[in-house]
């Protein structure tokens, strides 16, 4: 099938188009991958100071 250079060059535009809008949603994935690992370690963190408060409570109850 022969193309035209005008219908070459709406095709280029729209792949460009596409993989601009691809690196753009890994870049916003990235992102929130990184938020939601400094949520993580939050998380972690309040689960570990719950678990030294616990041991102590229960040390102190003995």
């Known amino acids: 099938m022969k193309h035209t250079l005008g219908e070459l060059y709406n095709m280029k535009h729209r792949q460009e ?17 990184e938020k939601r690992k400094k949520e993580r370690e939050d998380i972690l ?3 570990a100071e719950t678990n030294e408060l616990i041991k102590r409570e229960e040390a102190n109850e003995q």
């Open 17 to 33: 188009k596409s993989l601009q809008d691809n690196e753009y949603d890994i870049v916003r994935a990235e992102r929130n991958l």
């Open 45 to 47: 963190k309040g689960l």
